[in-house]
């Protein structure tokens, strides 16, 4: 059955030979989702993914996640299969032994979208050779984002499928209201030595640890409290016990007394 | 035998108990990028930074309307939005569980209004961060006489700015009197 709908996907193209599945199947997979009373058995397929995803999948059966204890087992072929788990971003080579998996499976089976590439295609989602995701080709019921997905957010969108947990993500619409003004960070610090010192601590700490630092910083700069900033700036160091934090600390305390 | 038992029962269970008990994540751990659209100003860097295109901005200039939109499904949980945000309006925080059975779920939009141009009515930058450039400029020692006149510049749209420079120049140029050279 070929569907030419792109409304799924963000490709302007169809994949040749989409898949979509008939009212039958959809009615028996509810079923299936909802009240699986058995071992679900998954089959792995990587559409051209980076491999990141598999290590996780593999993080995800080992013994300190153990997704066993819910009946989860990989198995290594997919007409064994209830759930089929699809990686990677859809190569052009990869779609048709995807089709052929998915045709391999016996229904009604359940087809997870992994990782940020199995879902929208990812950081490769424009790139010539590939359809952007699982879903151009066959229809998906569950989507894990993450680069790759944690264990723990694997096991949680396993526990989603089998009905343990609810969905926690909804779609979210903000309409910009009256009178929505936006205070600078850190008001009281004048905006040239907040510059110097989110420029020193990126410079020392890195991109993102620069910033944060930088924002403790002048978080504890800022605050009006009673006891002086030095004996504040020592007891969180001393809270830390971080001897690099202290010399980013050291550092900006510099540039805030030279001013 | 027997030390084989006590060994296994010191060494307890393995097994992490999530999903029946939360699963508490490192610190430093890159999640799920939080957006507060109340302290967004529509700058557009995250947009710019993002490696993805997970973020994206869309401008409607007939509605006079920018809207932001983040793709979850998309992110690759760089922080590099969050490194650029000038305001803090974006934050990775520690939160994992983001699988959705429906693909719309996996989006978070914001609309933001353009302000016009002071001179040709047109929208042109969204209003939240003309005032917040000038919310910056006071901050940092502008004189509140200044202001007004800072206002009808920042909201004078590029193209007029260049039209009126232009035009200055020529006037300039027109009233000057012919250089003598010696």
Known sequence: MIQLDTSHGTNLVPAPGAISESEQI???KQTLLKDIRRSAYVFRVDCGGCNGCEIEIFAAISPLFDAERFGIKLVSSPRHADVLLYTGAMTRAMRQPAIRAYNAAPDPKIVISYGACGCTGGIFHDLYCVW???DPVIPVDLYIPGCPPTPAATIYA??????LLDQKLKARHHVEGEDENVVPIHPQIPLNLRVELEREARRMAGYRHGRIIADRFMHLLGAEEPTPFAERVQHYLDREDDPRLAEIFGKLTDIVLKR | MLKLLTGLFKTGDATVKYPFAPYPVSPGFRGKPEFAPKRCIACAACTIA???NALTMSTDHHAGKRTWKLNYGRCIFCARCEEVC???AIVLSGDFELAVFNKADLMVTAE???TNCQSCERPFAPAK????VIELLTRAGMPESETERQRVMLETCP???RRAEVSRVTQASRHRRPEITP
Do not use: R
């Not at chain 1, 396993?158 to 009905?163: N, S």
């Not at chain 2, 961060?129 to 917040?132: D, G, K, L, P």
């Open chain 2, 129 to 132: 961060e003309v005032n917040y």
């Open chain 2, 50 to 52: 993002c490696p993805a």
């Open chain 2, 86 to 88: 000038p305001t803090g």
């Open chain 1, 26 to 28: 959809a009615k028996l």
């Open chain 2, 112 to 114: 933001f209004t353009l």
């Open chain 1, 132 to 134: 952007g995701g699982t």
């Open chain 1, 158 to 163: 396993f526990a989603l499928a089998l009905g």
């Open chain 2, 159 to 161: 193209e007029c700015k």
